[in-house]
């Protein structure tokens, strides 16, 4: 049971604190990423973890044991680092071995382990080279495998693709995930990279300034940010964010803000909410400021006006394969669209007037003081 | 035009290996010359060489003096260099407590000293200990000058190696010591090179403290060839060739370890 569990971690650099007060709790063979800006203390977790960093305050369990005062090398973790750290004055099979000399293991079996990793990191025609020889791809692949070959049930990952190219990023990504299903050991990754943490997290700790934001699964992460900064932070473009009011107009109720407007329940197939109602903590908003977040894959465009559709002019576009994002003036305001390049190609470039929705089963809601979301 | 600034370049630089060069060729030519032509007036260029001199001298107490100053420099290189690793690695990977700066301004001090200043204390205490013209007396002297350049320049190089590599060590379960020794001391080997050629250019050179505190038996080289200055005048021949048999394994060790000297004077701040 390889769990790892953080009691109000707290981790200080001279009197500045990287991580105040964190609970957390990995659970058995889960794929957990730490997703932050830097400096958000991601890493400063992963590092007390590995018993680099001593917490200020707090325990760290690892499988029921408490480590937090162990050294490094009696903790059964085994970590992969940014630059992979590689033993520069190691052959590739030095650098595979040396963890294992640690572990009073004979030859025959360590030999055995290092063809095991090897074969599974497709590397054993490169057993003899030295890392500076070898592609940064491969140099990577040694750091996985000096990292796989003790067989610890836990694996620490420190920004493990950051320094590899687009196309190779994306590979290594599906085969960590893969490596990790197979051997079934219990990871912890760090990164700022939201799209990597959305492809391989069973569960995101999206973190800010030595805090947790929000911990879930990257569908709870991305579809129901718990406030403002998760909602920001997570998603390409980042997600939009608007003022407004809400109001009653008649019988309807409006999320009305500079230059556009939202129906409440508009478009809420199978809405519980008679007309003229609201969900009640919406309701506690009535003629309020309120925040409406919208993500640019939520914009609907259209070329000529329709009902709850706002005029915005199109300033850029931008191009992506299939798709396009455009982005427009609505108020006073950037919203940014994104949507099928065909589809929209009556939104071309260069104060063009086109129209917009936001519909209101896809807007998130945040207080515009504590910045959490409002439940509707 | 790009042409003859690369020549200019290349006579820029042929005269200044010459000006260093000439000193050393013209000893050596001295130590083969007959005794006649060391006085020769032009000098002459054109001459039966002989070694005579050399033969004379590897008959003289110069060689005590030449084995003196190997056994003094490399056991005080060895001893500084060991000392030395370790300590600057503490500073390196440890120094994060209050006044650190302090400590190492201390060491550092200790090589601003100027030796005229100790060399009477130290006669006093060698006197006292009975250890006056001793080759132990020498070692542990030039170590103290040794042990503080050592600290400072290897400092240099430990704070350069990222310390990921030593984490990732002491994760995988190796003790601190083993860290020490497999992974921190193997990636300065450049800066040990270089701080070992300082350390035994330094102690070989050395004459002020060997002069005054040794007497027969722990006499250094420098030393002894002050003293091919007889009463009579001084032994040019034999001189030179004295000089030259102790500066030639001092010039091969340098040209040998030359890249790591050049990284060295940049204090391990190149590539």
């Given amino acids: 049971m390889p769990d790892i569990e953080l009691r109000d971690l707290t981790i200080k650099y001279g009197a500045t604190a990287a991580v105040s007060g964190v609970s957390l709790d990995v659970l058995d063979r889960e794929y957990c990423v730490l997703l932050g800006p830097s400096g958000c203390g991601k890493t400063s977790i992963l590092r007390a973890v590995a018993g680099f960093v001593a917490p200020a305050a707090g325990a760290i369990h690892i499988g029921g044991r408490d480590v937090t005062r162990l050294y490094p090398g009696d903790r059964d973790v085994a970590m992969i680092f940014q630059d992979y750290a590689l033993y520069p004055h190691m052959t590739v099979r030095g650098n595979f071995a040396f963890p294992l000399q640690a572990m009073k293991m004979g030859r025959a079996e360590r030999e055995q382990r290092i063809r095991e990793v090897a074969q599974l990191l497709r590397m054993e025609d490169l057993l003899d080279r030295y890392p500076r020889e070898l592609s940064g791809g491969q140099q990577q692949r040694v750091a996985v495998g000096r990292a796989l070959v003790r067989r610890c049930p836990v694996l620490l990952l420190d920004e493990p693709l950051g320094n590899l190219d687009a196309k190779l990023r994306v590979e290594t990504r599906a085969s960590l995930k893969r490596i990790q299903r197979d051997l079934g050991v219990t990871a912890v990754h760090v990164t700022h990279d939201q799209i990597e943490a959305l492809a391989l997290a069973d569960r995101i700790v999206v973190m800010e300034e030595g805090e947790i934001r929000q911990i879930g699964s990257p569908e709870q992460v991305y579809e129901r940010p718990d406030n403002l900064f998760v909602a920001q932070f997570v998603g390409t473009p980042a997600m939009n964010v608007l003022p407004c009011r809400l109001t009653r107009e008649g019988e309807r109720w409006l999320l009305a803000g500079a230059g556009f407007h939202v129906h409440v329940g508009s478009a809420a197939a199978g809405s519980t909410a008679a007309p003229g109602c609201v969900p009640p903590p919406l309701a506690n908003y009535r003629d309020r400021a309120i925040l409406l977040g919208i993500r640019a894959e939520h914009v609907r465009l259209a070329p000529a006006p329709g009902p709850d559709y706002f005029p915005a002019q199109v300033y850029v576009t931008e191009p992506q394969g299939s798709e396009v994002i455009v982005d427009m003036q609505v108020g006073g305001e950037i919203v940014r669209a994104r949507g099928d390049k065909e589809e929209w190609a009556f939104a071309a470039q260069g104060q063009t007037e086109v129209y917009a929705a936001f519909p209101f089963p896809r807007a998130h809601l945040f207080d515009p003081d504590t910045h959490r979301r409002v439940e509707v | ?271």
């Avoid at chain 2, 420098?222 to 001189?239: C, D, H, I, K, S």
């Avoid at chain 2, 000297?261 to 391990?268: D, E, I, N, T």
Wanted: a positive charge; proline letters at 6%; aromatic letters at 14%.
């Fill in chain 2, 1 to 271: 035009m790009a042409r003859l600034k690369v020549i200019l370049k290349y006579v820029a630089a042929l005269g200044a290996t010459a000006l260093f060069v000439f000193p050393l060729a013209w000893m050596f030519l001295t130590s083969v010359k007959p005794r006649v032509d060391v006085f020769a007036k032009p000098p002459v260029f054109i001459f039966t060489p002989t070694f005579d001199n050399y033969s004379r001298v590897l008959d003289s107490e110069f060689m005590l003096q030449l084995l003196n100053s190997a056994i003094i420099a490399g056991i005080s290189t060895a001893f500084s260099l060991t000392l030395g690793a370790l300590a600057a690695y503490g500073f390196s990977r440890y120094g994060r407590f209050k006044r650190v700066d302090n400590l190492l301004f201390w060491i550092l001090s200790l090589r601003m000293l100027p030796p005229i200043a100790v060399v009477v204390p130290f006669y006093i205490l060698l006197r006292w200990a009975h250890l006056f013209d001793t080759r132990f007396a020498l070692i542990m002297i030039y170590s103290i000058f040794n042990i503080s350049f050592a600290v400072w320049l290897l400092k240099g190089f430990f704070d350069e190696i990222p310390p990921q590599l030593e984490e990732s060590a002491m994760l995988e379960g190796h003790s601190p010591p083993v860290v020490f020794l497999r992974v921190a001391l193997p990636m300065v080997r450049a800066g040990l090179a270089t701080t070992a050629a300082f350390c035994l250019i330094q102690s070989l050179n050395e004459f002020l403290l060997a002069l005054l505190l040794t007497d027969v038996d722990a006499v250094t080289a420098p030393v002894g060839l002050a003293n091919f200055q007889r009463y009579f005048g001084l032994e040019w021949g034999q001189f030179a060739a004295a000089a030259t048999i102790f500066v030639v394994p001092i010039i091969l060790f340098t040209v040998l370890v030359r890249h790591h000297l050049v990284r060295g004077m940049s204090f391990g701040r190149m590539g």
